[in-house]
């Protein structure tokens, strides 16, 4: 019973996390080099 029990959490928690992972809205979409962020002149990250 424990088996049964420990076998179908781990698979429906590993269900839910790939649900979770393809209904994210970024899944499909690749950004363009005019998508990414350039830092600002003259600030220097730390």
């Known amino acids: 019973m424990i088996d ?4 179908a ?3 429906g ?3 839910l996390a790939a ?6 809205d ?3 979409k690749e950004p363009s080099r005019h ?4 830092p600002e002149k003259g600030k ?3």
Do not use: C
């Open 9 to 11: 959490i781990s698979h």
């Open 4 to 7: 049964n029990f420990a076998l």
């Open 44 to 46: 220097r990250g730390a």
């Open 26 to 28: 970024d899944l499909d």
């Open 19 to 24: 649900w979770l992972l393809l209904r994210r």
């Open 35 to 38: 998508d990414v962020a350039r």
């Open 13 to 15: 928690l590993m269900m």
